[in-house]
């Protein structure tokens, strides 16, 4: 039986385009810090839009959907 996800809906700021993903991990409150974001994202454990982002800053923008464990964010 799989898991069932929460949904985080996380709106981005007046102004911003995007938000780098280790932030938005941390800003979702799915990991306590920023070093442990980094550690998720390093060793593979989050998928961007289904496929798996290694890249600690990348730029996460509005319709994405990023997961992490049982959390499914998908920014607005």
Do not use: H, W
């Not at 994202?41 to 496929?51: I, K, S």
């Not at 890249?55 to 464990?69: D, H, N, P, S």
């Amino acid at each position: 039986m799989a898991n069932k996800l929460n949904r985080i809906i996380f709106t981005l700021r007046d102004g911003e385009e995007y938000i780098p993903l280790i932030q938005l991990l941390k800003a979702a409150n799915v990991v306590c810090s920023g070093s442990e974001a980094q550690e998720v994202v390093v060793a593979g454990l989050v998928l961007r839009n289904g496929e798996v982002e290694l890249r600690k800053r990348a730029k996460i923008t509005k319709g994405e959907i990023v997961v992490f464990q049982n959390f499914e964010i998908t920014v607005e």
